[in-house]
């Protein structure tokens, strides 16, 4: 593991956001959905794709709160530019796990 300073946390923006849109990716070399998350304010909605097809449904996405890296550089994962990162662990077969809070909260509010 390497150690970061505090200053170092402090420079990665992670945000609450809700999902509005998803879609399949067929295209997708590894199964995925492609994601509409709103951040509000000035960082609006933002798009982004995610391997999470073995827990997740684009219509059940829809509304979900979830927590993204947004100050990370635009990323194009296949024919999507994918604009921020949304935030998952592994289950024990290795299969994402979306993060979010357990309450609802404010879109845009910074992770701290």
Do not use: C
Request: glycine fraction near 10%.
């Amino acid at each position: 593991m390497t150690r970061i300073s505090f200053d170092d946390f402090l420079k990665v923006e992670i945000r609450a956001g809700r999902i509005t849109r998803a879609e399949p990716y067929p295209e997708a070399r590894v199964p995925a959905i492609r994601l509409w998350v709103d951040f509000g304010g000035e960082l609006g909605v933002r798009k982004s794709s995610a391997q999470i097809t073995r827990h997740y449904s684009p219509g059940e996405l829809v509304g979900k709160m979830v927590v993204a890296v947004v100050n990370f550089p635009p990323r194009q994962i296949g024919k999507v530019m994918s604009e921020v990162l949304v935030l998952g662990v592994p289950d024990a077969d290795g299969e994402v796990v979306l993060l979010g809070p357990d309450k609802d909260v404010p879109v845009g509010g910074r992770m701290y």
